[in-house]
């Protein structure tokens, strides 16, 4: 049973992550194309804050204060009422409202449908920015080599 639970946070904590890495425009787009609207009440209006971003030197040493980021989150509850949060960075209040309703409707019976609307394409669009940006970063990278001297 832990297990079981432990796989389901598992499964949360990756699709939380990509729809707040996602853009809002992405999954502005998609929310449409699927036509989702289902009911719901507000736990917690959508709200920007700020929170301490934290970074490691080299990903390994100690831990310092790299800056502060904006952040909106919000929380609401379905007709069923199944709770979903959502956390998003900058200051976009649909986002975060988006977020927090793919959250809740990925934990009820629509996880295929909410999965092949949103969520892959979703992941499908995070790739194609990450290679585009390791395509980028190759571009600029630079090969030093050293020769030998015969001065022995």
Request: glycine letters at 10%; aromatic letters at 6%; one cysteine or more.
């Amino acid at each position: 049973m832990t297990e079981m639970k432990e796989i389901a946070q598992e499964a949360r904590r990756d699709w939380m992550s990509l729809l707040a890495r996602s853009t809002a425009a992405d999954l502005a787009r998609l929310w449409a194309e699927a036509g989702l609207a289902p009911a719901f009440d507000w736990l917690r209006r959508p709200e920007v804050g700020g929170v301490m971003m934290r970074g490691r030197q080299g990903g390994t040493g100690a831990p310092f204060n790299l800056g502060e980021i904006t952040v909106t989150r919000c929380a609401l509850k379905l007709a069923d009422g199944t709770v979903g949060h959502g956390y998003v960075q900058g200051r976009d209040k649909r986002h975060a409202e988006q977020a927090a309703l793919v959250d809740a409707l990925m934990q009820t019976g629509q996880v295929p449908a909410i999965e092949a609307a949103v969520l892959a394409p979703l992941r499908r669009a995070q790739a194609a920015r990450q290679s585009k940006r390791a395509a980028k970063a190759a571009a600029t990278k630079v090969e030093f080599f050293t020769l030998q001297r015969g001065e022995d």
